[in-house]
């Protein structure tokens, strides 16, 4: 059998050894090979030494964008289940484009890749990735140039190895690199797909591609040869000389090689038939009804299969008219419902997938019912917080709202938001965002209006999940730590923000199940066009969320697709426009309020332009890991529907057949989806609903819903049909014309490759993918203090040094040159800069101070507690802000103008009432005020007591409770209070 000699590793302890002589040249930080990483040990999803590679990620197929066959390229796929052979050895490399230091590796990896799957006849493969941008040809071109100028695998210039996988949806880095594993970085597979070995590459953390050396690069050569000589020599000691045809040691060419046994799953295609320049008839129309739609014809032709028309004038001539028929969500008649009210210019409303995961059974206080009815979610524009509606429907209904301590970066105008209710991925659970939302803000990143804006704007992400994840932080009290006590004020804490859309009105997920996380959103930036000719559509996928408490937004990508042209209402200062996924037709549906049309996008297609780095060059992170791009030739239906008034909120029906599509001024249209056709109308204008924006449908009863703006309710549309329960409908599809478009895509697609039939695609258009020059990669205002080039400001390291100085900045003016994402990423959720009480969410009249990276305090929050004693029972006072216990019998004075809240935290049994002079009951010492009390009856066990102090407040106020010693609060202006001559008896009575 044939072994590769052994070579030298002293290299390897070396490397690691003189990486403290090249620390001017190279930042280290980030370089530890440790798996898991230091800090995520807890984390599943890491692919470390001893792990085999799951049978879900194994078998998935990946598109091989280099080399490619004679046969057409769509055809070309890898699956690791095709290297799980006898005697087989797999390696894989993690590079990013834009990375220099990957950029040098990647020609040292090509050459050993040529070198090694040569001498062992095909059972060492190799395989690397594109991601960061750029044409796969383009990207090989480098490497290959790079192997020969640097003498590797005898000056023959590498071929048929590394195979090139295009990894656009992030799929192998995610599964096989989980971040923040670093990069560049190889692993090692066995026969088994067993991991036998993971590392860094030897030019990690270098800032050029010049300062790793030949020499230094050259390293990696050593260290892989000699972890697959290992491995690849254990195994073929153990494979009988008949176990593999080429076991023998005969010579084999690479072609051969790969032919014969490890070439991953392909689908062959017979190309020389798909040249046809002979097109078949026109079809017929594709509408009933009308103006009938379009026609097409096709051919067997791989540059240009089809091609479409409108139906013609003499054709459309004979069909009827479009009459609206009846669809079940309307009936034959339809009433209202008004569901809840008093929001503060409600914009979007979201269906929660699993009602009380964020609430529980209790929570701020109050008591809550997670296993009665539905949740829904509903964004405020106006007061920047989130209502939520929980126990939809039942005698248990009840709403509450929350926001973010920074809402007004997080939450700004929140126009919209969407969550991930993709609840069966094959993802892991460690990285599945099931149950995550997001929000978009209309909002240039003005700090409510306080600060000159800067367009450092985009969705934010958050884990709406509190029960299962007690201590994660997803929500956190107001100095930051989590809101696990039940009687704490509770704040969204984002898991992840990106900053490339501003003035955002629309929001959808994307339920694909190809990422590793599922954390792809659709958005809608009005800002778009740097004409000033509308906006676009964006797509962000968070990829991995840097999780709540960090601000590393290193891991994402984010594309723009500048032909897809959206426009917002012009004639409302305050809107919102829907955007829907069809997640069986991979279709976006797109609200264009501003043309008066619904654009249909199909998702999965367009291909790499450029980056958008010179473009837009306000983007969230500067590191190569973080992909920022243009896309172009994407398919799209530029007019879907038309003739609406500014169309608004968007939903689909629970059977994806029909598309429901709100005019701001108050009718609702039921489209069909398969052809666009208005099925029925209804006008909610009479009834006085004229600023419609989002709309949702019920994934239980499948009834509709609304917001509407200037009423500020929610409202749910009942049907009522007739006695004989008619309602129904016919699709206005031709079924012939269905018929004759599902032969043609099957044979074209066969033929020709898969995804070559399009109804919408422009054959013509033409990208030329350029690799991101690597001078890009620069940080966004790093003089601020955020987004220092020191990785701990973007961590929860701590603050750095210039961050640490902006705690004495008073320049707060409009245009001074603070930027005030400065203060909020740097760690300050107070600050004299901040708008509204220096950025804190205190209490009416309160200060408040700041906690460094973690919240703040404020002066007008107090914390209750009951101090049991057997012989003297006791309240304690105390509070963060002022680092006191107030002891039993103490006054606390209160000031005029000031709203005071008491966090009580006694526990049952032992409520807590403030109210004026106390009358005492023979059983209980609690405050029942015949004047005024600031408690509910009964008091309260576990919750906040708010107390606003006005010029009608009384002098002296009491907080009791069972037992114990009432405390006085005395307001300002009071000289003295009545006290108690005796505490109160083991019978609760007392003497006043």
């Not at 890491?46 to 078998?59: E, K, N, R, Y």
């Not at 929000?439 to 804006?453: A, F, P, Q, R, W």
């Not at 599509?661 to 039921?670: C, N």
């Not at 109804?759 to 003089?783: A, K, M, W």
Request: charged fraction near 20%; hydrophobic fraction near 30%; charge should be negative.
């Amino acid at each position: 059998m044939q072994l590769i000699s052994n070579t030298i590793i002293a290299w390897y302890i070396a490397l690691h050894s003189h990486r403290s002589q090249i620390a001017s040249a190279q930042t280290t930080v980030g370089c530890d090979p440790s798996c898991p990483p230091i800090g995520y040990e807890s984390d599943s999803s890491h692919l470390c030494p001893g792990d085999i590679v799951d049978t879900t990620v194994a078998s998935r197929l990946h598109d091989i964008c280099h080399p490619t066959t004679n046969n057409n390229n769509d055809d070309d796929k890898l699956s690791f289940d095709s290297f799980k052979k006898k005697g087989h050895v797999t390696v894989i490399a993690n590079y990013y484009t834009g990375c220099e230091a990957g950029r040098r590796e990647s020609g040292v990896f090509a050459g050993i890749a040529q070198r090694i799957h040569d001498r062992t006849s095909g059972r060492v493969n190799f395989v690397s990735s594109l991601k960061g941008g750029g044409d796969c040809s383009q990207w090989a071109g480098i490497y290959q140039s790079d192997a020969l100028s640097l003498g590797l695998n005898g000056g023959v210039k590498p071929s048929t190895m590394p195979l090139t996988v295009s990894d656009g949806s992030l799929d192998l880095r995610d599964h096989f690199f989980t971040p923040p594993y670093p990069h560049p970085s190889y692993i090692v597979l066995d026969e088994n797909l067993e991991v036998t070995f993971k590392s860094v590459g030897p030019c990690c953390g270098y800032a050029s591609y010049y300062e790793c050396t030949d020499e230094v690069a050259l390293g990696l050569d050593a260290m892989l040869t000699d972890k697959i000589n290992e491995v690849y020599n254990k195994q073929m000691m153990s494979t009988p000389s008949t176990a593999d045809p080429s076991a023998n040691g005969a010579a084999s060419s690479t072609t051969t090689a790969i032919s014969n046994q490890q070439q991953p799953t392909t689908v062959e295609s017979t190309n020389n038939v798909c040249q046809s320049t002979t097109f078949s008839e026109w079809s017929v129309c594709s509408k009933t009804c009308g103006n009938g739609g379009i026609q097409f014809r096709y051919r067997l032709n791989s540059d240009e299969s089809v091609e479409s028309q409108p139906c013609p004038a003499e054709l459309a001539a004979t069909l009827p008219q479009c009459e609206e028929q009846c669809v079940p969500e309307f009936g034959n008649e339809f009433h209202v419902a008004v569901i809840a009210s008093d929001f503060d210019s409600p914009r979007d409303l979201a269906f929660h997938p699993t009602p009380g995961i964020h609430l529980g059974p209790y929570s701020e206080g109050r008591t809550f019912h997670p296993d009665q009815g539905e949740e829904l979610w509903v964004v405020n524009g106006f007061n920047h917080s989130v209502s939520i509606i929980a126990s939809l429907g039942t005698e248990y209904q009840t709403t509450i709202s929350r926001r973010d301590r920074g809402y007004y970066h997080y939450m700004n105008n929140i126009t919209a938001l969407a969550f991930n209710t993709v609840s069966d991925a094959p993802r892991n659970v460690d990285q599945d965002t099931f149950n995550y939302f997001a929000v978009c803000n209309d909002n240039l990143n003005d700090y409510l209006g306080s600060k000159e804006s800067n367009y450092f704007m985009g969705p934010t992400l958050y884990d709406s999940d509190t029960v299962n994840k007690l201590g994660k932080k997803n929500t956190v009290n107001r100095v930051g730590e989590d809101c696990s006590d039940p009687g704490d004020q509770c704040f969204f804490l984002h898991a992840d923000m990106l900053h490339e859309s501003p003035a955002c009105i629309g929001i959808a997920h994307d339920p694909e199940v190809e990422t590793a996380y599922g954390a792809v959103y659709w958005a809608f930036d009005t800002t778009g066009d740097n004409g000033g000719d509308g906006g676009q559509l964006v797509k962000f996928d968070f990829s991995q969320p840097h999780g709540p408490g960090s601000m590393d937004h290193s891991i994402a990508s984010v594309r723009r697709y500048p032909e897809v042209k959206l426009y917002r209402d012009g004639d409302h200062d305050h809107s919102h426009a829907g955007m829907v996924v069809h997640p069986e037709k991979r279709m976006l549906f797109v609200a264009n309020p501003g043309k008066g049309n619904v654009v249909a996008v199909h998702i999965d297609t367009g291909r790499y332009s450029r980056t958008a780095r010179e473009e837009y060059p306000i983007f969230s992170n500067p590191l190569p890991s973080f992909e920022y791009s243009i896309y172009e030739c994407v398919e799209q239906e530029e007019v879907f529907a038309s003739g609406l008034t500014n169309p608004s909120g968007m939903a689909l029906s629970l059977d994806g057949t029909r598309l429901f599509v709100a005019e701001r001024g108050g009718r609702i249209l039921a489209l069909e989806v398969d052809s666009g056709i208005v099925l029925q109308t209804i006008d909610l204008e009479p009834m006085g609903y004229a600023s419609i924006g989002g709309l949702t449908i019920s994934p239980t009863t499948g009834a509709l819903y609304f917001v509407d703006m200037d009423t500020n309710q929610v409202v749910r549309i009942d049907d009522s049909r007739n006695t004989d329960g008619e309602c129904v409908y016919q699709s206005r599809v031709d079924t012939n014309f269905q018929s004759t478009l599902e032969t043609a895509q099957a044979q074209v697609n066969l033929e020709c490759g898969e995804n070559t039939f399009s109804l919408v695609r422009d054959y013509s258009c033409e990208v030329d993918g350029t690799i991101p020059n690597g001078t890009l990669f620069e940080q966004v205002h790093t003089d601020t203090g955020y987004a220092s080039d020191n990785p701990d400001v973007q961590s929860m390291a701590g603050m750095d040094e210039a961050a640490a100085l902006l705690a004495n900045r008073t320049d707060c003016e409009y245009g001074s040159e603070l930027n005030f994402d400065a203060l909020l990423l740097g760690g300050y959720y107070c600050h004299l800069c901040l708008p509204r009480n220096q950025g804190s969410s205190c209490d009416a009249g309160g200060a408040c101070a700041n906690v460094a990276w973690q919240g703040f305090t404020c002066d007008n929050e107090y914390y209750v507690d009951y101090e049991y004693d057997e012989n003297d029972p006791s309240l304690v006072i105390s509070s963060l802000h002022h680092s006191k216990t107030y002891p039993k019998n103490s006054k606390l004075e209160l000031s005029r103008g000031v709203t005071y809240r008491f966090t009580v935290r006694s526990g049952a049994g032992r409520p807590v009432s403030i109210g004026t002079v106390p009358e005492f009951s023979a059983d209980i010492s609690q405050a029942e005020s015949s004047i005024k009390s600031f408690s509910p009856n009964g008091g309260v066990t576990n919750g906040p007591i708010l107390v606003k102090v006005d010029d009608s407040t009384q002098g002296c106020l009491y907080m009791t409770s069972p037992r114990a010693q009432p405390i006085i609060l005395m307001v300002e202006g009071t000289n003295e209070c009545p006290t108690s001559n005796m505490a109160p008896g083991d019978d609760g009575s007392s003497d006043w």
